[in-house]
């Protein structure tokens, strides 16, 4: 049975990314899940929060946030710090980021990852980290004297999947976010392990048979989304990549 937007239950959205997109940052990108669009930016500085200075260490940290209408109705923007649900998004995306990165590899410095949502169709955490990790790979790769490929051990990216009108979907659209009965982000390494998993029954509990099922979902999803950083990064004069 085919979604209302055309896709069968376990296909991905059209997934693009285009790297370099800004003119200033080490690293950026604009990663699409479908209508969802997100900027992605790396910056580096040379230097280190006050907690590591001295160790040999290096940071990885996110900030996250949404346009005044990306969404259906204006919001507000939030000029007094981010919102709860916004620090848990950018906690959630430097988690993620730092679980493939050997801070030792990268000097005591710091890579900023900003991620701003320019239109929000469901799925705005997930396009962060997938599109966050190509902003550091990039901007790492530009840090003269270090090895990319050591800093960063993996690629990590996300996808949301669910439960809507009794079925499991991949990559859930706004639509069917807000009326799912079941809502999971899932973040993986390009290896298959998980770095997070983020999980919600609205109204009906489910079993360890659907959880199963829905990480399988979530698995099948992410592995696409990798082999797309994969050859973002690979690449050399290219600049854009989709899938499917």
């Known amino acids: 049975m085919t979604r209302a937007d055309g896709r069968a239950p376990d296909q991905l959205r059209l997934i693009s990314v285009t790297r370099d997109y800004l003119l200033h940052p080490e690293g950026s990108v604009l990663v699409a899940f479908g209508a969802t669009k997100v900027i992605c930016t790396a910056t ?5 929060p006050p907690f590591l200075k001295g160790q ?3 940071w990885v940290t996110a900030e996250y946030g949404m346009l005044p209408r990306s969404t259906n109705t204006r919001m507000n923007r939030e000029n007094r710090g981010p919102s709860g649900r916004s620090q848990e998004i950018q906690r959630l995306v430097g988690r993620a980021l ?5 801070r030792s590899k990268m000097g005591e410095r710091t890579v900023w990852i900003d991620c701003d949502v320019i239109q929000a169709d469901g799925g705005t955490r997930t396009a962060a980290i997938t599109g966050g990790w190509i902003a550091l790979a990039d901007a790492v790769g530009r840090i003269p004297g270090v090895n990319a490929k050591a800093v960063l051990r993996d690629c990590v990216a996300a996808i ?4 809507v009108g009794g079925r499991p979907l991949l990559d859930l659209n706004y639509p069917e976010d807000s009326t799912a009965e079941v809502d999971m982000n899932i973040v993986m390494t390009g290896g298959g392990e998980f770095v997070e998993v983020q999980g919600t029954a609205e109204q009906i509990p489910f079993g360890r048979s659907r959880l199963d099922e829905l990480l399988g979902l979530a698995e099948h999803g992410i592995r696409q989304l990798v082999a797309l950083q994969r050859r973002a990064v690979d690449a050399r004069a290219e600049k854009s990549f989709t899938l499917p």
């Open 98 to 102: 730092r679980a493939v990165t050997d």
């Open 44 to 48: 580096l500085e040379d230097k280190v």
């Open 56 to 58: 040999g260490l290096g």
């Open 160 to 163: 949301s999947v669910g439960i």
